[in-house]
């Protein structure tokens, strides 16, 4: 079993969709979650950072921690067709040095006009 | 430059070579780290710098890779006698500090081909 799952989809939605991605990962001493989108040929770029369980919400965005269920969720409202791209959830321990991100493997998403 | 930058941005190599790639990270930035992305696969740690030495190289698949930042900026990552399974795009990110909530930025990526 992989510490992180994602579905990698594909997923399409119509324009103005809400759209829900999830990870659910295995080990406990994750406490930093994050989620990147990827465009093609692209790097990540930082999307939602949330530290420990709660929600976190950035215009037509929300993060939730669900860390009792080792469960995190992205949000999308009013998704429009440029949020088409690749969704991928990175999570850390972050304990002394240890800087390492555990990917899932990402979600692919089309927006459809 | 305002970005992340990799260089080559594409490479295509014969098994048994060496290669290097190299990232440019953002000007200030002390923390920098390389990942790994196959196709159809999140990112894999390979190593992290903090300034001029590498904090954390855990991710390194074999004695093959290695890594340097001798300034403390430009990082070069060498990979010896490549296989066909090195085959993948090589990212390179950057921050401000190694931080836990500092966002760290990536660069486009090095697709190496292994042939």
């Known amino acids: 079993q992989k510490e992180v799952e994602q579905d990698p989809g594909p997923l399409s939605v119509p324009e103005g969709a809400i759209v829900s991605l999830n990870c659910t990962y295995s080990?406990?001493?994750?406490?930093?979650f994050m989620w990147y989108r990827q465009y093609s040929r692209k790097g990540p770029e930082l999307l939602m950072y949330?530290?420990s369980s709660g929600n976190k919400e950035d215009g037509r965005f929300t993060a939730q921690v669900d860390k009792s269920s080792k469960y995190i969720s992205l949000f999308i409202r009013d998704s429009q067709p440029s949020d088409s791209a690749t969704y991928l959830c990175?999570?850390?321990?972050?304990?002394?040095?240890?800087?390492?991100?555990?990917w899932g493997l990402g979600t692919s998403l089309a927006v459809n006009p | 430059g305002a970005g992340v930058s990799q260089t080559p941005s594409n490479k295509v190599t014969e098994k048994g070579k060496y290669v290097e790639l190299r990232c440019d990270p953002i000007s200030g930035h002390t923390a920098l780290y390389w990942y790994r992305q196959s196709l159809g696969q999140g990112p894999e740690f390979l190593i992290y710098?903090?300034?001029?030495?590498?904090?954390?190289d855990s991710g390194l698949p074999n004695d093959r890779f290695f890594a340097v930042r001798p300034e403390g900026s430009v990082s070069t990552l060498k990979i010896q006698r490549t296989e066909r399974g090195d085959s993948a795009v090589y990212l390179c990110a950057s921050s401000l500090t190694a931080g836990m909530n500092t966002e760290a930025f990536f660069g486009q990526g090095t697709r190496l081909t292994v042939v």
């Open positions: 949330t530290y």
């Open positions: 990175a999570m850390g321990a972050y304990a002394g040095n240890n800087r390492k991100l555990i």
């Open positions: 080990n406990s001493a994750f406490q930093y």
């Open positions: 710098f903090q300034g001029t030495g590498a904090a954390d």
